[in-house]
């Protein structure tokens, strides 16, 4: 028996409603490994893709902070990765493909964080949404076009993965994930980015401890690390409570999730200072989406099989890191003298 089988056995003593590998459909046939099951070569395509190692340099909340400790999209994609991993190994699903869907996630975020998303939006003519484009990244844009050939547990659990300010966990929602493994990906990206999008606004000044609001501190902790550990204990006790027919959190806790989140759209994500800010990222990206579509040339190259001159500019763009968008942007804008 080759390896690749032994691991794919192994699965059978998961949880029943765990996801297999064994089963899982591509896009396109291929040869299987003798060594990896289909989710682990998920994994392993996502880690050494370009547009993951390019999330170091993206905004999570705050552009190029003065300080190394605040967080970028890829360490915001290694705390959800954890977080989840940790729920899956306790509630017996398939890790695996829980850590593929972690790290694939946030592929298609924009340079800027949520304001580059907006401004994208307006650009586009079918608008942007990045957890789309996070799917087109792994299904069309890496390899030249060919993309990474992703099974399609991996691929829902990135497509479903953003709830914006929607419902976090809702079953019977079609826009929920398939696998619980998507779902526990789904909680955890929360649970991650409230937390640590927090602790950053506070490290940075912007809001203190005290102003978190009272009955969620009370309810989840006054820490970073208690309040993962709370809401962590929480999803993994009540998703066993209802036998894993899904993935579930308490209303208390629910609630206090939601409600931060709000607090950081009021005090963080959109306060009014921040338009200022919003206004120079959006004249930055405009200017760069009109420069390349007058010469796109230099910086498009077509695919055989897509013409679509428009969704490739997009693509360009929303695959910018911060700091390329800002030297591109200089280079358009700044004129070139020759003595």
Request: proline share 4%.
């Amino acid at each position: 028996m080759i390896i690749r089988e032994r691991l794919e056995e192994r699965e059978d003593l998961l949880h029943p409603r765990a996801a297999r590998s064994r089963n899982a459909r591509k896009q396109r046939e291929e040869k299987k490994s003798p060594v990896r099951t289909e989710f682990q070569r998920d994994r392993d395509r996502i880690l050494h893709s370009k547009a993951f190692r390019r999330l170091k340099r993206k905004t999570q909340v705050f552009i190029s902070p003065e300080g190394d400790h605040y967080r970028t999209r890829l360490t915001h994609t290694l705390e959800v990765s954890q977080i989840s991993r940790t729920i899956a190994r306790a509630l017996n699903l398939n890790e695996d493909l829980t850590e593929a869907i972690a790290l694939g996630h946030d592929l298609g975020h924009t340079p800027f964080g949520h304001a580059g998303e907006r401004v994208l939006d307006g650009l586009s003519s079918t608008g942007f949404r990045h957890y789309l484009q996070s799917l087109r990244v792994v299904d069309r844009i890496e390899y030249h076009g060919k993309g990474l050939n992703l099974t399609d547990p991996v691929r829902d659990g990135i497509v479903c993965h953003s709830k914006g300010k929607g419902a976090i966990l809702s079953p019977g929602d079609p826009d929920m994930p398939a696998t619980l493994e998507g779902q526990v990906v789904r909680i955890s990206d929360i649970i991650a980015y409230v937390n640590h999008d927090i602790d950053d606004a506070i490290r940075a000044g912007m809001i203190t401890r005290e102003e978190i609001p009272d009955k969620t501190r009370s309810l989840l902790g006054d820490t970073f690390a208690r309040r993962i550990d709370t809401i962590v204990k929480d999803v993994i006790y009540r998703s066993l409570d209802v036998e894993l027919s899904h993935i579930a959190v308490s209303p208390a806790i629910l609630t206090s999730l939601e409600q931060m989140r709000d607090f950081l759209f009021e005090k963080v994500y959109w306060v009014k200072g921040s338009q200022i800010e919003l206004e120079k990222i959006e004249h930055i990206l405009t200017t760069i989406h009109r420069h390349i579509s007058i010469n796109p040339a230099p910086y498009i190259h077509p695919w055989p099989d897509e013409d679509n001159e428009e969704l490739r500019i997009i693509d360009f763009i929303a695959g910018m890191t911060d700091n390329y968008a800002l030297n591109l942007f200089k280079r358009i804008v700044t004129p070139r003298y020759r003595f």
